[in-house]
């Protein structure tokens, strides 16, 4: 008999909580959290978990969660009710979608049509809640859903909401305030972006805005600058939430790499880690519902406490898994750490199989540190490994790709050859991503790669790592991938395709229908003076910094990580 799915609030009984919330009380300002996604990945999202966590705090506001069913396909969202009192969207005050990734953004039509919500802020009156938008897409770029929002939350939660929701708890109390009066209002507070009072116009020179004096020209990111000040871990436990069987705990925001295909490396910038205290404290919360400790951070072995947390959490009883792991950061240690903590399968990312292609996408790592990262790996009793690849990069020539087979080659040997001795040789994973170029990254300016020659190269790799022993090939499909693309890079223009989207429709025909130029959009190398639709956003890092990387990418020139204080691409100064 096939599992049964549960409804979310029948998850929500089997929940447990590290906290007491409010329940449902008319007083309170009512806000709805949304994950635009099951809700399986909802609870499994630290962001998700701490908004929510952030805003029941108050004793004014009062905040529930809705995620989408699990549906069979053709099925419809029909309604969406809170997990935590079967409330609808309309009963609330404020709805608040958390959106982390770009392809989730085909889920908002259901659900403003399951919600009985008008899709467009334009459609809405004063009768309806508003919506705000928040989340890291938020904040590298808002502009695909910014029709549909009221309010868009650019940056970090914790510096954002406690002003904004004072905000809209008075304008709540007065009830008199006109809506277009209370965004204004709303729009002077940092990081609120209001886009009703922008109007995109599209030229040769790009996308720019024209807005009234009334409203700042741009929208600041914002981000917390004392970790240690607001605590971001698992709040409610459940066993059916992704990583359910741990507790995660966020280490640390932003990396010092500056991989230049990386929009996490630049948005979350500066770099910022909690204290050990902070941590272990936050740990034995933890660990009075789990015995596994998650540690979150884009660079886990770049904490610099890294060892002394893992002991500290080890010393309590607690097993510990780590989100991410540098191959320059990984040694005996480390690796004796993590078999001892329950670890035997790891993954690492080399992104490029040749030194050129590294040196251009400043991942900053040798073969020879990848190849003893392998060794030091398996000597350590780690049996499977994944490698994570992207193809399509800036500047990647046909020998860039034979240079990936070539360092599988390398890898799978040295594998063989240890596990052959220890009497187990475990699995090799090879996964292969097409490269997007994504906003606010040195690679804005670049173009994707073309369909054609996408499927060429993994067709490839596909077959030379068929011929690797206990290789296993994956590879991100090319049409999901040329999709992302144009969900990440968008502008307004592409809210209004998103339903048919939504429904299955074919992407090239959406465009051609909409005059959307798709393949220019998503293929043409810009411009240095073009300007982007993400660009009504000041990420804080300098356009100029980004421009001036690229181009270093472009002769292979390396950019050192960045050292807290310095004040080379802006952010710190
Ligand atoms: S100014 Fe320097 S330290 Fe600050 S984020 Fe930029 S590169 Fe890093």
Redesign the pocket.
Known sequence: MANKVLSPNQLHRNEEFGTCYHSWNEGRYRIALIYPNGYQQGMGNLGFQTVYHLINEREDCLCERFFLPELSSGQGVKSLLSVESDHPLRDFDLIALSISFENDYLHLPAIFAAGNIPMFARQRSDDDPLVLFGGVCAFINPEPFAEMADLIAVGEAEPILSLLLDGLRNDHQQASVQRNELLLALAQLPGVYVPRFYQPSYTEAGITYQCSEAVPKNIKRQYLHDLDSSASRTFIQSNAAEFGHMSLVEVSRGC?RGCRFCAAGFVY???RERSLDNLLQQSDEGLCQRNRIGLVAAAIADYSQVVPLQKGIIARGGDISVSSLRLDAIDAEAVALLTQAGHNSVAIAPEAGSQRMRDIINKGLSEEQILSAVHMLADGGIRHLKLYFLIGLPFEEMADIEAIVALVQKVSAIRQAGGKARGHIGNLTVSVNPFIPKPFTPFQWAGMEGEKLLKKKGRLLQSACSRIPNTRYLMESVRLSILQAFLSRGDRRISVMLPELAKGANLRQICSTAGFPLIDELTRERRQDESFAWEIIDSGVQRGYLWREYQRAAQQHLTPP???????????N
Do not use: A, E, I
């Open positions: 010092t910038l500066p770099p960045c050292v807290p204080g310095c004040c080379r691409c802006g952010v710190c």
